[in-house]
């Protein structure tokens, strides 16, 4: 669980407001309303049991069935349709919670980690007016024409790593992890020397993502000093050597006196470090596990490279990084019609969205040519995840790479997945580059 999450999950509490029973001989629910029973409870619980996060589509297929809204034991309120996980992530009456509110979580001291400090200071835990004013200034200087320039260096950067690549070999630690940090690394100017360092710092700084805990933060505490020590003076050098990067970028950034912070720099800065590894390093892991189980779509993907925007918008539905986001209502609201009061917990499983027959036809296969797709895996709404278009292109560009260099690529030992419900990924991912 992330650490935006971890706050969220910790926010509010409540009543049920209505109790249903899956009737035994029949295992249908015999209301449509906020559904708590001691057999969701266990479907839940199940979720998140290694053998859940090794394969949870079939456990979401049974919790989207029982009822547009259930209740967890701990209170929070969980949907897991698509339209419900839609319409949760753009209600401008749902939102997140204060970093606050970790305090509920035994850490009301959070400020003086500073790995907390580092990663809940940013637009992700904000809500509007905040985030609207981050949001805008960022948006401003992350645009998709600085993006799109680019995919030379991606290309380069690809190429270098898969000329290092032979025999044996992690896919994660020798492809999926240095290609997102070294990408951000070229977006935001951080010196080529410089850049090998953070591979190791957003490791330990990610710690904090799985499970907040006393061990964890001090494995990420340090790294955080170090990340922030290194991006502070790296802002202050651009003040005064500007360049043609983000940094830079954000630091000219803003009108009528309004600009971004020495802080809030520092926080965007590493936010895209933190998010690039996340979303870009699992895509690509869970991307070529899937077409590994498929080979005739591996070849169309290998053969193809024209398709892989399309290919790439079905790999991130059929197998999400992002399999859960939390929130809070910050003002009552109805999903699918049904009412939901203010400071009550919301949990959106968008990988339980993303596999929604009512959404999309057939939705347990693979189909790289699958017309009108629009995954929830980026989120949507105010928080859609601005590294989106960074993060579809390196999948774009590195899928049919890796796949054309090594037309024999195959997997090579057993792949250890993230002991994760949220983040859903590889440890590790055992190839043989043939």
Not at 184 to 194: H, Q, S, T, V, Y
Not at 244 to 256: E, F, N, P, Q, R
Not at 345 to 361: E, H, K, S, T
Not at 367 to 393: E, Q, T, V
Request: aromatic share 6%; charged share 20%.
């Amino acid at each position: 669980m992330s650490i935006k999450d971890a706050i969220a999950t910790a926010v509010g509490s409540g009543k049920p407001r209505a109790v249903a029973s899956l009737t035994p001989e029949h295992g249908e629910i015999t209301v449509s309303s906020i559904l708590e029973s001691p057999e969701i409870h266990r479907l839940l619980h199940d979720l998140t049991t290694m053998v859940g996060r090794e394969d949870p589509y079939a456990w979401y297929g049974k919790l989207r069935s029982a009822a547009p809204i259930v209740r967890a034991e701990d209170g929070a309120l969980v949907v897991s349709r698509y339209a419900d996980c839609h319409a949760v992530m753009r209600d401008p009456r749902i939102g997140h919670a204060s970093p606050d509110q970790l305090a509920y979580l035994g850490f009301p001291n959070w400020s003086d980690h500073p790995s907390l400090r580092l990663l809940l200071n940013t637009m992700t835990t904000m809500n509007p007016p905040d985030h609207t004013r981050l949001r805008r200034l960022v948006s401003g200087a992350f645009t998709p024409r600085r993006v799109q320039e680019l995919r030379p260096a991606i290309v380069a950067i690809v190429d270098d790593l898969l000329d290092r690549m032979s025999g044996d070999l992690d896919f994660i630690d020798a492809f999926a992890f240095p290609l997102p940090v070294t990408v951000i690394g070229e977006l935001l100017g951080i010196p080529l020397a410089d850049r090998p360092q953070f591979q190791s710092l957003i490791h330990d700084l990610t710690q904090v993502a799985e499970v907040l805990t006393a061990e964890a933060l001090a494995t990420a505490d340090p790294a955080a000093v170090t990340i922030r020590d290194y991006l502070t003076g790296l802002v202050e050098e651009r003040r005064t050597k500007p360049g043609t990067d983000l940094i830079s970028a954000l630091v000219a950034t803003g009108d009528d006196g309004d600009k971004l912070t020495e802080d809030e720099l520092v926080g965007m800065a590493t936010l895209l470090l933190f998010a690039g590894f996340e979303t870009t390093t699992n895509l690509l892991g869970n991307a070529l596990a899937a077409l590994f189980e498929h080979p005739d779509d591996l070849r169309l993907m290998r053969d193809h490279p024209e398709a892989a925007p399309a290919a790439v918008e079905e790999l991130l539905r059929f197998d999400s990084p992002v399999q859960i986001v939390s929130r809070v209502t910050l003002q009552s609201t109805q999903i699918d019609g049904i009412p939901v009061a203010a400071g009550e917990r919301l949990v959106a499983y968008l990988g339980a969205g993303n596999r929604d027959p009512q959404r999309f036809a057939d939705p347990d296969r693979l189909l790289l040519d699958r017309s009108d797709n629009a995954p929830l895996s980026f989120g949507g709404g105010i928080h859609y995840c601005l590294g989106a278009p960074l993060a579809r292109l390196e999948a774009q560009v590195a899928l049919p790479a890796v796949l054309h260099r090594f037309p024999r690529l195959a997997p090579a030992g057993a792949a250890q997945r993230r002991d994760s419900l949220r983040i859903r990924g590889f440890l590790s991912l055992p190839v043989n580059t043939g």
